[in-house]
């Protein structure tokens, strides 16, 4: 009995170490490999075998948004945790918007690998993602990311510029560590803490503006880098540990050598405060040539042929958006009431620039007359008419809609709030609708909820 025990336990050995459940061909006849998560309703993708093997994926991956398998379609959320591990031959990756995470060293060691484009459905980096993916040059962290993980883009000695979105409240430890290519960082002022060696061996940096918002800096989170301009907008200065340390916050040379510029008035704050009193040489004013970095312009949305465009006044710049559509939820129910609503958020980055203010908009669909005309099956086509609503200042601006048409704005308790008509495509509508509360858009008979911002 105990030889059968022990044969049964060896033929199932193999299932249990299996590291996927199926393995799906690409568009490109790729092979990927994938787990099933969420009860079976979704995926994953996953490394093909060992963790101590070299994985087979080479040259461009495309991820695909669905799946197909056992006449089943699911969709990939994710990417697990070491999927791609140790791919020395991956060149680039294509990630679809349905995934919402990167697992822990889902890319280490991948460093022929030079391009990726993370989606703005990705919400969580993990430890380690891009660990030691040294042919990176470039990377932007969409603004759906509110953390930067520890170790996420330690010794990718090859990157050049990072873009770090306002959505990122944290940088975790030795994040950049050894990224030696690096030459500046903008951190984005929705940043509140620098982690342990965030930014350690970074011998490239030259300059680093640090914001208002960050009330904390771990040690050694800029050692290591001969940073020669070091603009602190941060007015109340907190300590940080000073030279005397073993754990510095930054190098001795950047003590000794760097301008620490500050804001004005703050000048013996920084001189009375441990650590930042270690400078030499500390001068009150915005540093780097006597100006502050210069902030992208705030850009604008508009929607015209089903093709939505962001314009910003700042030249060269890019804009990032993160679009969510409000009826995507789950139910139990019999019935799901669709307002057929998507969310907008978009801001303008750029090398060298602080990061715009964000732009909000909600875009909808409002029903027009139905056609009467060319009617099959008692089935009238009801045709849609896009609607783009933006607020500014006090002032809601509803685009797209039919001269004439009545606008009107209300609380969410029923009292009229404005109202406006329709005048060359848009209508303007004044509202005491504090900012952070939500309106009710009445156009014509269609209502929409819109959040003021």
Not at 372 to 395: F, M, N, R, Y
Request: some cysteine.
């Amino acid at each position: 009995m105990k030889k059968q025990l022990l044969l049964l336990a060896m033929l199932l050995l193999p299932l249990v170490a299996s590291a996927h459940d199926i393995e799906v061909q690409n568009a490109d006849g790729v092979f990927i490999y994938y787990k099933y998560i969420n009860n079976g309703t979704e995926l994953m993708v996953t490394f093909r075998g060992s963790y101590y093997g070299s994985n087979e994926y080479q040259g461009n991956v495309a991820i695909p948004e669905e799946v197909t398998y056992m006449n089943r379609t699911r969709k990939v959320t994710s990417i697990g945790e070491r999927a791609f591990w140790n791919c020395s031959g991956l060149t680039s990756v294509t990630i679809p918007n349905s995934v919402t995470s990167i697992g822990n060293s889902a890319f280490y060691y991948c460093y022929n690998l030079t391009s990726v484009t993370i989606p703005n459905s990705v919400t969580s980096i993990g430890n380690g993602a891009f660990l030691s993916c040294s042919g990176l040059t470039s990377v932007t962290i969409p603004n759906s990311v509110t953390s930067i993980e520890d170790n996420a883009f330690r010794n990718c000695s090859g990157l050049t510029s990072v873009t770090i979105p306002n959505s990122v409240t944290s940088i975790g430890e030795s994040a950049f560590r050894e990224c030696s290519r690096l030459t500046s960082i903008t951190i984005p002022n929705s940043v509140t803490s620098i982690g342990y060696a965030a930014f350690y061996g970074c011998s490239g940096l030259t300059s680093i503006t640090i914001p208002n918002s960050v009330t904390s800096i771990g040690d050694r989170a800029f050692d290591g880098a001969d940073i020669s301009n070091v603009v602190s907008l941060i007015e109340n200065p907190f300590k940080i540990t000073g030279k005397t340390s073993d754990y510095r916050t930054f190098s001795q040379n950047t003590f000794n050598n760097a301008t620490l510029y500050v804001p004005k008035g703050t000048i013996e704050k920084y001189k009375a405060t441990d650590g930042w009193k270690d400078f030499l040489f500390i001068e009150e004013g915005a540093g780097g040539g006597g100006t502050t970095p210069e902030k992208c312009e705030k850009p604008t949305i508009s929607y015209n042929n089903g093709k939505l465009t962001y314009y910003c006044e700042t030249e060269g710049a890019m804009c990032q958006s993160t679009i969510t559509d409000a009826d995507i939820k789950s139910y139990s129910s019999n019935e799901v009431q669709l307002t057929v609503t998507y969310n907008i958020s978009v801001y303008a980055t750029k090398a060298g620039y602080e990061n715009s203010e964000t732009a909000t908009a909600t875009l909808c669909w409002i029903d027009k007359e139905p056609s009467t005309e060319g009617i099959t099956d008692g089935v009238a086509q009801i045709p849609s008419k896009a609607v783009l609503i933006q607020s500014k200042g006090g002032i809601l601006k509803v685009e797209g809609v039919d001269d004439g048409t009545q606008v009107a704005v209300y609380t969410p308790d029923g009292k009229q709030a404005g109202s406006a008509v329709c005048r060359n495509g848009a209508a303007l509508v004044g509202t005491s609708i504090q900012p952070g509360n939500t309106a009710i858009v009445k156009i014509g008979e269609r209502v929409v909820e819109f959040l003021i911002k």
